[in-house]
């Protein structure tokens, strides 16, 4: 893009910067969104096919990359551009900017490629000064309206051009003081009860206010005007909040906004006027509905903002029938037209219809699964786009928890609202943003209790397990960020009152205070007092714990429509890490297509067998350690028989024992005495073993195979369980594929001394039991020396489990479990760009991987490669294994359906 | 080697496996040694140039190799053509195997490429039978010679071929057990005391234990002894202690040995006989003196076994005048011919000299330098062949610490011996190998002290600090393995009374125990009880501590002449790693052209300033942070100031702050609650503090540049010290080259911050003083991420220095401070072939450090390139960062001599 440009720069001073739009065509179309945001590209394409946009132009996102580049400055073309698209809009309207018979007012929007949704700023009413004012009075016949519009554009302008804003020590906004004191001059409580008179004083007030501020007068030049508001636009793409966003949803800076000036059109002209917006389907819950609100004489802001409640769209039709009736017919050219639930922002100016904005409607993980099977069941979009549509961790919200139907009835319930983001959410009470980012980072689960939420509310709403409003519609701030990040959600519930000061919240006789817990049921609207349990989703109970039919469930249905399409498409396989019987049950009934990981450790902590582990790690000689090894080894061998069982012949990758031996020894002194008596040892000998054992970096330690290398008896007794267990089940008729897996390996000797007891055993077992083993042996590649030496290693291994966890410590050189110290900051920093815990460090971590990758077919072509480590859940990571060419990815069990449609949607990538 | 053996293998039928040597003519010549080994060259070599070898054969090390990948079986040519050398031997020498007129006698020995004293397997006079020995009796006119040869090779050929060995519970080898049997029974004390009646019964006895022990009688078939013994030679190559052997010396297993089949000669024919070893110069002190021992009416394992204490070779010139003018001949040809150092074997019979084997001389540290370059100053060898022929390693036995002279003149003395290891060793007294590998293994310093020493001693002797024997010369088995592992070794101190039961050793009126400290001096011979006080060597005296002048040395001017040329042949700078004034004058004084590494955060823990320092990390507020930094400011800009004084204008790597910040704090209750009260907090402070930094995993942590970018102040303070003190050092006229180094960088933009920190620093004390700054600013490529990374890092750094300790740590997933546990056990399984952080792991690391170098350079064409762990001393490390390309390897003071050789041997190789 940068090259691009920089090319176009030197071949020619010709360069397009503005694209106009009005009157059924327009310079750029629907698929600009690069060049021109995304409602630059929209509106153009509306326009196009037809729909009612006023008139006005686009300046592009290179005009904002040069910007940034060249010190605040603009292309010396620009000007003359915008001044030709101005002309244009001016023919077209039959009004001047400035004109002092017909003025134009105009609109200063940005635009970026990818919606961010109140992150930057917004002029409107641009072009009025005092004598406009006027005019626009007399021509209107409202003279109400004018000064109103004239009141908020000196209000927006003075704020995000001129920069007057609240100073330390004020308590309010300067503008909505001087509000306040007209009003209570004027006796009256709402804005709507003030006088032309109240008005006018107010703009004087205004006026004066921005002179004692920054010194000057209030610009009178609507030239002036705009390239002021231009430039505060441009500016608005580095403010903090917009740059926190983009680090949220990984919207790159380079990419820059476009600005869209455009022809103003008025929902506050009186009461054949109103603004709204609406979404095609219900965005929370996917349902076939139009939805969406507006308000009466009113402007844009004044919906989302949420300071007046709006009204739902279906009463537009008793309201203004006709207007309702376009609308009706403009939500479904727009679905047929985008293929996609669209969320618009309408405005009626004396009953005549506009359209000021369409884009894909943010969606909760509910919505996005229903819209995009019910599109393909309509015919709208193929099975293909359905796949490719829906974020792959938004089936995560179709399988989150809900709460308990008998907890909730018993639940007291103090309020409700409107159900803006569904699931169930419980946690402490917080009021502010700062509040829930220290609490969460104490590990608290919190719920965001705020009259309303404004965009510097973001970093608590990240922080929030569920967000909770007295004020605001459905389409709210709260209501949107809420749906897009797949927060549980309430909005509007007007009876709450909440009192910032105090830190409490009173609702239904109770009063909350910071820290009292809440819970929020955000797909019914429902606020409870205090905890609510919470039990399995709907889809979670026909599949696993079928207490649930699975015709009873739409959501269900849906899902299992979805996932018949995702196995369709996807290359790579998907397997689960589980340790046990019952893991492998659930993972099995979410599609996994064998065990990727099983931790054998896990099996030593219950009852009986930590007593002979413990045995076994207080052994002094090989004779006492092979007679506690032989107490563990029917509870293995039960264990694998389990586990072999339920896989009735998919493969099962087994891990040798990993974890450090001190890690199963008690560390307090009382649990050291009690251990003492129960085996009947001294005491001293217990701690002494302990302190033998102590590392200072266990990480890297005394652990994975250098475990099986010290005691190849530990791995003996491990492969016999196996084989034992693999050789009963067998005779059963049920294959069995154990995939015997070696971990830690740096060497490949380590390697080979492993697979030798593993082969020797499995020939004992075979002839002991009279039969053969089908199985493979390899190892992890979880260090970089194995990355690096895996052309060698790969002699040895019939298959390469990636362990990303700990190949991620190593490679950066970062404990886990330590690095929350600093993980925020280097997060803020922009040190790296996601948390590499989280998604897999493509150009650290993933180089290795591909090393491996290359060195390792290269010695053995059909080498077996997949993954083990937590990013084998994590979408951007799924997919990075595929375009990495593995054969499987292994996740938790809940993670199996994301893994599989992030595996799809890499497939048609 | 493999291949191309294979290769001949397949095309022909013709292959030599036997080399002839005899009367002046021979097969093979002394470049032969991969093919005849070591001995079986030089015999080729030694014929060639007219030195009296008696005649015989080598069997090469191919047929070692095909002998071990063919099950133990010969190559199908091999029988001819040893028949056909077996007859060329005849034909020389006139006799005939097994022949009952004049029977030949014959010695197999091994010899592999490099020499391996002891480690395998030698048969003397075979040949021998009932029949023949009564011949060789009635010819030789000396039946007790006879027949002392007789059982002599009953016992050998019983132990080695026939395997009649101690049994579990016996006490003694069987053999020993008949010999004591026979002397109780003639009542004498001596074997020389036996008669030749007593001999005869002796063999009698011998061959009804070979046939009691293998059920069968004892071969009497000269050609079946022979291939018998063959067999066993070849099979020696892969017992235990020679593969000990190979591993501490890093000889591949698949070298192989060869066999060597040579007429017999006997030193043990009467008083005319003798047989002795010998070295053309000191191989302990390095002087020009011919040097050796030898023993009247011996065999050459008398000699090196240690049984009887040999005679030195001077004595020679009155026992045996002729023969000693012919060895003295032998001497100057060697040398002349061989370039180098020889250790010879001869043996006199009846006055006739035979040489049986030369070799370049195993010696001292200290003598591979004299020698060496006295050498060049004789114009034997080149200046070249000088640097190449000394191990780098042995520059640290020159530099290694002697005996304080007062300490040792007043400590208490106890015995003396031959002067066989110079050097001072202090430790405790252990009794054998396996008590001396335990203590060592605890961390003791310990003392072998043993009557004499056999291979079986071994790894007690490499556990071991000194060794102490009461029997044997400078050439037996004890010296010979002490000087070519640079210990110091004290023999043959004859007065000792060693008992191995009761643990105990009794000389000069003290009898020490197991445990008990004793102190030898190896280049004096003296034996202390107790710790005695060791002082720096000559060198060190010389060059560091100035107390001695350099023309009272003649060590120091060896050395000094060395170093010049190696100075001259290097192309590597070697810096050194010092983090104070002092130290870095050390270091100049031994050479090191900067500092590669000053550690700033050393200078943190002395004094006031370790408050200062722990003030600022309990700090809760970046002011309190800042005033305790400014406290830390003025010691840090001192240091500085007294090490940019001391290197004069040579460049300085200076490391910011490193360690995780609790290394800093006390973690005692009673530590924690003094520096409460000198701080004037509170203990919970302090203790909440510590427990807040508390990390599982330290070394992946918090720290390096992770603290910089968390707390900028950190470094712009340690920016601000060392711009000040530059400023103040240039003012004197002293140029200062600054290169700052940023640790622990795995991301660019890490590295980035940093950077802007000190160029901001840099830029405002240039303002302030004044003054320009000639500085640098790069970073250690410390873990893996960076390597992978380092084109993108190079775009910021100017320079790499790599930390390879860390960088090994991590690659390898493997904490040095835990691998304790099991490292022995991986060098033993060879899963490593050395420590990974004592030399540098080629593959791993190093194709890590590959990868840096090559993106590195890729994006920074002139990046400087450098390396500061521990591996920049140690000799294949150097190299190897030699190969690699580097600017300079940086290693603590003492190291630097040793890094400037094993660089120059870089550069010429």
Redesign the interface.
């Known amino acids: 893009m940068s090259a691009k440009r920089k090319k176009s720069h030197g071949k020619s001073a010709k360069q397009r910067y503005v694209y106009y739009f009005g009157d059924g065509k327009a310079d750029g179309d629907g698929k600009m969104k690069p060049l021109l945001g995304g409602k630059g590209a929209n509106l153009a394409e509306m326009t196009r096919i037809g729909l009612p946009v006023p008139p006005g132009f686009t300046i592009t996102t290179e005009v904002c990359s040069y910007f940034y580049e060249n010190g605040r400055k603009y292309p010396p073309e620009l000007q003359a551009q915008v001044e030709a698209a101005l002309g244009k809009i001016e023919r077209s309207v039959g009004k001047k900017l400035g004109d002092l018979d017909k003025p134009l007012l105009l609109s200063v929007r940005s635009g970026a490629r990818d919606s961010m949704p109140g992150m930057m700023d917004t002029i409107l009413n641009l072009g009025m000064n005092d004598h406009v004012v006027e005019i626009v009075a007399e021509k209107s016949g409202n003279p109400r309206f004018a000064w109103d519009s004239y009141r908020r554009f000196i209000q927006m302008y003075g704020d995000v051009v001129l920069g007057v804003q609240k100073r330390e020590g004020e308590e309010h906004e300067p503008f909505e003081t001087v509000i306040e004191g007209i009003k209570h001059e004027a006796g009256v409580e709402k804005d709507t009860d003030l006088t032309v008179e109240d008005l006018k004083r107010m703009v004087e007030r205004f006026k004066a206010l921005v002179k004692e501020r920054t010194g000057k007068t209030f610009p009178q030049d609507p030239r002036a005007q705009m390239w002021g508001s231009v430039g505060a636009v441009f500016g608005s793409w580095n403010n903090d909040r917009a740059i926190v966003y983009r680090r949220k949803y990984g919207i790159p800076h380079e990419w820059g906004t476009a600005v869209n000036v455009q022809t103003m059109v008025f929902g506050n002209r009186g009461d054949t006027s109103a603004t709204g917006v609406a979404f095609t389907r219900d965005p929370a819950s996917g349902e076939k509905v139009f939805y969406g609100e507006y308000l009466i004489n009113a402007q844009g802001e004044d919906v989302v903002a949420g300071v007046r409640t709006p009204k739902p769209v279906a009463e537009l039709a008793k309201e203004m029938p006709h207007a309702h009736k376009e609308l009706l017919k403009v939500r479904a050219t727009l679905e047929k037209h985008f293929k996609d639930m669209q969320d618009l922002e309408f405005t009626v100016e004396d009953n005549r219809l506009y359209i000021l904005q369409t884009r894909n409607g943010k969606r909760t993980g509910l919505a996005a699964v229903k819209i995009a099977v019910d599109m393909v069941n309509e015919k709208l979009i193929s099975k293909e786009d359905a796949v490719k549509r829906i974020p792959a961790d938004s089936l995560s919200h179709v399988l989150a928890p809900v709460f308990d139907r008998e907890a909730e009835t018993a639940a007291r319930k103090i309020s409700s609202g409107l159900p803006a983001g569904p699931g169930a959410a419980t946690g402490k009470v917080v009021f502010n943003a700062v509040d829930a980012v220290e609490l969460a980072h104490k590990g608290d689960r919190v719920v965001l209790v705020r009259v309303e939420t404004s965009p510097e509310d973001l970093r608590g709403m990240i922080a929030a397990e569920g967000i909770l409003t007295a004020r605001g519609g459905v389409s709210s701030h709260a209501a949107l960020v809420a749906r897009q990040m797949g927060k549980v959600c309430v909005c509007g519930a007007s009876d709450l009152r909440i009192d910032y000061e105090k830190k409490t919240v009173t609702a239904g006789g109770i009063t909350l205070g910071q820290g009292d817990y809440i819970s929020i049921n955000g797909t019914a609207g429902a606020v409870y007092a205090g905890e609510v349990q919470t039990a399995p989703s709907e889809v979670v109970q026909v599949l696993v714990a079928k207490s649930l039919p699975a015709k009873k469930s739409e959501t269900y249905g849906k899902f299992a429509q979805l996932m018949t399409w995702v196995d369709k498409f996807r290359e790579l396989d998907i397997r689960t890490n589980a340790d046990s019987p019952d893991q492998v049950a659930n993972a099995l009934a979410f599609g996994a297509q064998g065990v990727g990981l099983c931790r054998t450790e896990h099996m030593f902590f219950e009852g009986n067998r930590i007593d002979a582990m413990r045995e076994m790690i207080l052994a002094s000689k090989p004779e006492e350690r092979a007679a506690s090894l032989a107490k563990l080894l029917p509870y293995q061998r039960e264990d694998f028989i389990g586990i072999f069982e339920e896989l009735k012949g998919l493969p099962a990758t087994i891990r040798f024992l990993d974890p450090p031996l001190h890690e199963f020894l008690p560390h307090g002194h009382d649990a050291q005495g009690k251990l003492a008596d129960k085996l009947g040892v001294s005491l001293d000998q217990i701690s002494k073993r302990v302190e033998e054992l102590h590392?200072?970096?266990?990480?890297?330690?005394?652990r994975g195979c250098?475990l099986g290398?010290?005691y190849p008896e530990i791995s003996e007794m491990q492969a016999r369980a196996i084989f034992e267990a693999a050789a009963e089940v067998q005779k059963k008729g049920i294959k069995v594929k154990p995939e015997i897996m070696i971990p830690?390996v740096?060497?490949a000797?380590?390697l080979k001394?492993q697979i030798e007891v593993v082969r020797k055993v499995a020939a004992q077992v075979a002839r002991e039991k009279k039969t053969k083993f089908n199985y493979l042996v390899g190892t992890m590649i979880?260090?970089?020396?194995a990355a690096?030496?895996a052309g060698?290693i790969a002699r040895e291994a019939e298959f390469f489990s990636f362990g990303t966890n700990?190949l991620t410590?190593?490679?950066?050189?970062?404990?886990r479990?330590?690095?929350g110290?600093?993980l925020p900051?280097?997060l803020e920093?922009?040190?790296?760009k996601a948390n590499p815990f989280a998604t897999i460090?493509q150009?650290?971590?993933g180089?290795?991987m591909e090393i491996a990758r290359d060195h390792g077919r290269k010695t053995r072509p059909n080498i077996k490669l997949g993954i083990c480590g937590e990013h084998g859940g994590e979408p951007e990571s799924v997919k990075f294994c595929h375009r990495l060419g593995l054969n499987y990815v292994s996740c938790s069990p809940f993670r199996v359906p994301i893994a599989k449609l992030a595996a799809a949607q890499a497939a048609l990538a």
């Not at 590392?695 to 005394?702: A, I, S, T």
């Not at 410590?809 to 404990?815: C, E, K």
């Not at 920093?829 to 790296?832: G, H, K, M, P, S």
Request: no cysteine; charged share 25%; hydrophobic share 35%.
């Open positions: 590392e200072f970096n266990p990480m890297l330690g005394h250098r290398i010290s830690l740096g060497f000797k380590e001394l979880e260090i970089p020396r690096l030496l060698e700990d410590q190593t490679t950066l050189g970062m404990s479990d330590d690095s110290s600093f900051q280097y920093l922009e040190i790296f460090d150009p650290g971590v180089r290795l």
